[in-house]
């Protein structure tokens, strides 16, 4: 797991940092830290459910956000828990694309313990950076 | 925190940091905030709001409330004013959960005959009305149906029998927002919002029991004209356009952001992004807005139905003969046009308010005929532990564009309160003292603590000595659902 909580940057919401070696990495840790947001147990997700995505994004940060917007989005509008089970990603002149396999499951009240509701990822604070460490995103989740 | 550097003080309660504190602001940006809160001001909020001055149009000052933090754009507290020719309107001034706010219901019954029921009366709502993540509302809507409710917002409820007409004049802007207008929504949002309506969401959302105490009278007159006397049990919940209203939010975020740049607007925040009111762009968000605010309305007219359901399934008397009469409804996260008086002249504004609350006094036109006389009630709401309020609008919040404050406001992180309590000792603790919780979340719960929020009793009481608003009635919590 190479996501982090921060603890001290949002007082009502949930400040995420990751660490990780590819940009297709930070979308796959980005998933893990959203489902481990919203529920206690997000092992529980099970894998019945496939969902097709595609997305195109000027720039990471933004590939990032509309990527969490779009899980946000079937979590309410089709009560899907979602992580990523195929990720192409490619670099454009225009920017950047995706193309996603997702897997998950109908949210289950019983078995699927909810920890809080993520009703949005924000701009605030939003980056996503490249260095020689690898790439680093923090992103803002409003609950 | 340390006050920043040329902030100056106004009187004992407002404070303002001049257009000199950073370059770009057109206005000053005044904090209303005993020098007590102010010290807990967290540093984001002066430099969220002396962003919100940079904007377009504003007008005179901005301001912050007395429970301000820092948020989205504006920080929640926020208030500004736009002259609406040359102004912008923008979503981060509104917050994503557009319209979120309170109703205040009150009965007839008297704390003694509640308590013996209350852990029944608790345990039905939470089956009644359906809180946190995948909760769905119990009616089912076709896309045309929702598109109505989007127009008529809570009177679409009263046609269909899910209350009472006069609910409707107890709520702001009688719970409906003109110039509506679904075809500026986006199909996404729709998704999100059409099987919400009557939920309550999850995170600071709630519905509470609670009582007024014997000392929670603060304006005997007013309490009486209101019918309102000490041991009363009344129910007070927060709530506003769930998924619907994030999604709006979100999408005219990014649409702005990409407006700006052909209108010739930089901001200094993402999260600021806005439109000239008059461009289309702003008039379709202004639209949709309201759209949302329409859901929101009839989201809580929805619960209230409920409310009276479970009341009647309860004590077995019908909501009539118990007294279930709205008090008032408001709205803490809106922008509305309204005319005020500046400086001798009257201007036409749009005024966002962002975690902050419309206040205005005596006479005000939006007010039926029996709270003329009194004013606009205000509904504050502190935490699960702590207790909530009734106030009323003055004439002296002209200062802050008629607003006031709208909850007590964090303390600490939900990752803080979490290391701090737990909730099943929490759940335990406040059973001990009377208070029935009933959660979807332990961890939620634990991140609602009490000690996770300031001190609301401070909170009103600035904003009463600031001339915002007045305290009327002070309520205890006896039970709580939340999500």
């Known amino acids: 797991m190479s996501f982090r909580i921060e603890e001290d940057v949002a007082l009502a919401d949930v400040a995420i940092q990751i660490q990780a070696d590819t940009l297709e990495a930070v979308l796959r840790e980005s998933t893990e830290a959203l489902l481990s947001v919203q529920l206690e147990n997000p092992n529980a997700v099970g894998s019945e459910v496939v969902r097709k995505v595609e997305l195109t994004a000027a720039a990471p940060d933004l590939l990032l956000y509309k990527f969490l917007q779009e899980l946000i989005y079937l979590k309410d509008a089709h009560k899907l828990l979602l992580r990523i089970k195929k990720l192409t990603l490619a670099e454009r002149n225009d920017g950047f694309s995706v193309s996603a396999t997702l897997m998950g499951e109908t949210f289950d009240l019983q078995r699927h313990h909810q920890s809080v509701d993520v009703k949005a990822a924000t701009f605030h604070g939003l980056q996503v950076k490249e260095s020689h460490l690898g790439w680093q995103a923090t992103f803002i989740l409003d609950i | ?483």
């Open chain 2, 1 to 483: 925190m340390p006050i920043p550097r040329g902030m100056t003080k106004i009187t004992e309660d407002i404070w303002e940091l001049p257009r000199s504190h950073k370059p770009g602001m057109l206005v000053p940006a005044r904090i209303f905030a005993t020098p007590s809160l102010l010290e807990k001001t967290d540093a984001g909020v002066f430099d969220q709001i002396s962003n919100v001055a940079c904007l377009p149009g504003v007008e005179k000052y901005v301001c912050c409330m007395p429970d301000g933090h820092w948020g989205y754009g504006f920080p929640i507290g926020g208030v500004a004013a736009m002259r609406l020719d040359d102004g912008v309107v923008s979503p981060g001034g509104i917050g994503f959960d557009i319209n979120c706010g309170m109703r205040l219901v009150a009965t007839q019954l008297k704390v003694e005959e509640v308590r013996p029921k209350i852990q029944a009366m608790v345990d039905l709502l939470f089956k009644r009305v359906p809180t946190g993540a995948g909760a769905s509302g119990s009616i089912s809507l076709d896309r045309n149906e929702f598109r109505k409710i989007l127009r008529m917002g809570a009177a679409w409820c009263i046609e269909r029998g899910y209350g009472w007409p006069e609910d409707l004049e107890r709520t702001e802007n009688a719970g409906c927002a003109p110039d509506a207008n679904p075809d500026v929504v986006s199909a996404r949002a729709v998704d999100r919002g059409i099987d919400q309506i009557g939920t309550l969401g999850s995170g600071n959302h709630y519905l509470e029991i609670q009582t007024i105490p014997p000392d929670g009278i603060y304006d005997s007159a007013a309490a009486r004209a209101m019918n309102l006397f000490p041991g009363q049990v009344v129910v007070m919940f927060h709530c506003g356009s769930r998924g619907f209203g994030h999604q709006v939010a979100s999408d005219f975020m990014e649409s702005f952001l990409t407006a700006m740049p052909r209108h010739g607007i930089q901001v200094p925040d993402r999260q600021l992004a806005c439109a000239p009111i008059r461009s289309p762009e702003g008039q379709a968000y202004l639209s949709a807005m309201r759209c949302a605010i329409n859901m929101a309305f009839a989201n809580r007219q929805m619960i209230l139905h409920r409310i009276r359901e479970v009341f009647l399934h309860i004590f077995g008397q019908t909501p009539e003969s118990l007294g279930i009469r709205q008090i008032y409804d408001i709205s803490h996260n809106t922008a509305k046009i309204e005319e005020i008086t500046l400086d001798g002249h009257k201007k036409t504004l749009l005024v966002h308010r962002k975690g902050a609350t419309r206040s205005y006094g005596p006479d005000f036109e939006d007010l039926p005929p029996a709270l003329k006389p009194l004013g606009q009630p205000v509904i504050i709401g502190g935490s699960m532990e702590t207790g909530s309020y009734l106030l009323l609008g003055q004439a002296s919040a002209q200062q802050a564009f008629f607003t006031t404050a709208h909850g007590a406001g964090r303390l600490m992180s939900r990752g803080q309160a979490k290391k701090i309590y737990q909730g099943r000792a929490l759940f335990e603790q406040m059973k001990s003292r009377g208070i029935y919780v009933r959660s979807h979340s332990w961890t939620g719960l634990a991140e609602e603590a009490g000690g996770a929020y300031k001190d609301v009793h401070e909170v009103v009481a600035c904003a009463e000595k600031a001339g915002l608003s007045r305290r009327v009635a002070r309520f205890v919590p006896l039970g709580n659902i939340k999500g």
